[in-house]
């Protein structure tokens, strides 16, 4: 069974920067696409981006478009996901997922999760 942890979530000033990163069990990371999520406290989960078993990505949030961008590292099988200029509402956990076969924007096509990580911007 595949594991995933995410790390690098901490208290940051707005406009600054923070590097999570996915760090996956399996030794082929081309055989997944990574996405990454958010839930907000009283908020539902939002699918954010995902980095195609290519390496291209695919964005589903239009806040973090120009701001955040993901990467992975096939022989760290790491995933990683830099967040820039960041804003009191970039406030929430932050998951990654494992999907089979593509990305997608809904989170019941991953079969795969992280524990999540806390980011927290303060104003």
């Known amino acids: 069974q595949l594991q995933l942890v995410e790390s690098g979530g901490d208290l940051v000033q707005t406009g600054g920067s923070l590097k999570l990163t996915c760090t996956t069990s399996?030794?082929?990371?081309?055989?997944?696409?990574i996405g990454w999520f958010r839930q907000a406290p009283g908020k539902e989960r939002e699918a954010l981006l995902c980095?195609?078993?290519?390496?291209?990505?695919?964005y589903y949030s239009e806040p973090v478009l120009n701001r955040f961008a993901v990467s992975r590292d096939g022989a760290k099988s790491t995933v990683e996901l830099q967040m820039n200029t960041l804003r009191p509402d970039d406030t929430a956990i932050y998951f990654c997922?494992?999907?089979?076969?593509?990305?997608?924007?809904?989170?019941?096509?991953?079969?795969?999760w992280g524990q999540g990580t806390q980011v927290t911007v303060s104003s």
């Open positions: 980095s195609m078993k290519s390496g291209d990505v695919a």
């Open positions: 399996v030794t082929s990371l081309d055989r997944y696409a």
């Open positions: 997922a494992a999907a089979r076969d593509r990305c997608s924007a809904y989170d019941y096509q991953y079969v795969y």
